[in-house]
């Protein structure tokens, strides 16, 4: 029987906010994993580009589903955090040591003369299986320097302080972080791999509960400094890769798959989603200044951050393969938004201004991969990956 519908129920325009952002931005990010898996069959096209245009569709810019929240804004700063923990965990220091991250420091001090920005370069190069090749190496050397080296940055110049405090806080931080890679690399530690692989397959997961404790605990421990919380995720993911890195092997790859599974199956898609519900589309294109500025933001973040990445590009390089490094180098936004966050609170940055840098670095996160992974196809190496075994073969 057919039921007549209750002309008291809410509609999703009325629906409660809170009920709206529970059931519709985990719905949001299993859409945009399907959007990318069937788009992918014809263009490859990065997951974030889905999860931040759906995020502008049900926000207050476009369909207004999916309030901007305090609630929302702080799962999405986790989101961000644990990002900016996994760049820090998957850099591997034995494998871009000497040409790559020489070259790599180079050109971030170049482009540390002009500004400082950086992408979300790690999901996008294991999606693409380029994480192990020699350009997947050289990218990681980039967001090795440029990651870091923005966050010391702001810690340094937009903490409030007076440089000379900030750096001696920084210094500070940096002691602490030091010693705690010191103790994860001295080795005596079976108790702890022993109580590791005993919970691997238990409730008690004790592995993924203390990389979280360890994330937790030097976010605020940068936030209680005056630091920005990104330089403590980051330092996270360098601390835990050491410290499980003397785990047996088999287990090492299981953490790392549980750690994929924690951030890009549930956290950082909500920042992503959330970055597209919070932008002020609205103020974008009724701003002629902030339109204008748009473009111009975008050609210098090629200028600025993809040329001086290009100098870390491998030995015997095409031209299509510095072409695409400086695309890859050139794509920036969880830093973008963290800068903006804090010159707009300091008001430092116009909100029409704010509005077109992330707003670049949408487009840059949207249009620059695309292009870069097109231009690999083209490259030195004829496009051949190595075999991952952590790559499951997917049919069709």
Known sequence: MNCPADPQAPSIGTMDPKVATIVLVPLLAVVAALLASLVGRVAKIPLVVFEIVLGILVGPSVLGWVPASDALHAVGQFGLAFLFFMAGNEIDFHAIRGRPLRR????????????????????????AGELRTPFGLAVTAVGAVGEFGPLLAISLFLSGRKPLSAAIVLIAFAVIAAAAVWFAARGGHERFHALVRATLHTSGQFAIRFVVLVVAALVGLSLALGLDMLLGAFAAGVICRVLLSGAKESDARLIETKLEAVAFGVLVPVFFIETGITFDLHTLLTDPHALLLLPILLILLLIVRGLPGSFAAPAGSTFADRASLTLFSATGLPIIVAVTSIGVAAHDLSSGTATALVGAGMLSVLIFPVVALTLRRRSADGGLRPPDPDRVPVEG
């Not at 420091?105 to 996008?124: E, K, R, Y």
């Open 104 to 127: 790599a420091s180079l050109g971030w001090l170049i482009s540390l003369a002009a500004g400082v920005l950086i992408g979300v370069l790690m999901p996008m190069l294991r999606d």
